[in-house]
């Protein structure tokens, strides 16, 4: 009987929880994320990111080692607390996760394949592979960033909700586009406004600059 992707939404014939393509991507992404975690150690250092910039003189001396890396290493933790969620679920025996975090990454991730023919038909399996995805998302950020041209930044968009606040977000022209679209707010700026649409960023940075 076809059901429907718990995690894509597209149609389903093998009546799964997940869809194949779903299957596989979970599959994929399980098995890449030992190399991202030790990747991510590369990182670690002050040094390592172009978002980490010299203290001025005078200012704080820099940390030994980068928080947000620190943190994001521990989320790789997730990965076996789900493999413990599947075994109480298959009211099986607690897993044995020792050793160091990458020691215990590998085997949770190995765990978790083992089980991928049970997991499919899982009513959790749709959170698994959205935490999984977030976690490869997040460590492929940094590790993996996206090599494509981000298009030219514009501004803040200058559109105003009903209330007369401004929206803000930061305004791209993406490669290849003729419109600026704001993802926000959704308000779109045609070859034609540009001109106006300059003078309101610039007006609006310069109230903002007037009162700080």
């Known amino acids: 009987m076809d059901t429907t992707c718990t995690h894509c939404h597209a149609p389903d014939p093998t009546g799964s929880t997940l869809c194949v393509p779903c299957t596989t991507t979970l599959t994929a992404r399980l098995q890449q994320l030992p190399r991202m975690y030790e990747a991510l150690a590369g990182h670690l250092a002050p040094g390592s990111s172009s978002g980490q910039g010299r203290a001025g003189k005078g200012g704080p001396a820099p940390l030994p080692l980068r928080v947000d890396i620190l943190d994001l290493r521990a989320e ?12 109480e679920a298959r009211r099986l025996q607690v897993p044995r996760l020792a050793g160091d975090a990458l020691t215990r990454l590998h085997t949770a991730v190995a765990g978790l394949l083992a089980h991928m023919p049970w997991i499919v038909a899982w009513p959790h399996a749709h ?15 940094v590790v993996d960033p996206d090599p494509r041209p981000r298009g030219r930044r514009i501004g803040h968009c200058p559109a105003a909700y009903e209330d ?25 700026y045609p070859p034609a406004l540009w001109a106006g649409l300059k003078q309101l960023i610039d007006a609006d940075a310069s109230h903002a600059s007037s009162a700080a």
Do not use: K, Y
Not at 130 to 141: C, F, T, V
């Open 76 to 87: 790789f933790e997730t990965v076996c607390g789900w493999l413990s969620a599947v075994h």
């Open 127 to 141: 959170d698994l592979a959205q935490e999984i995805g977030d976690l490869h998302r997040n460590a492929s950020s």
């Open 164 to 188: 007369g606040v401004l929206c803000g977000a930061v305004l791209t022209l993406r490669p290849g586009e003729q419109v600026v679209s704001c993802d926000w707010c959704t308000a779109t």
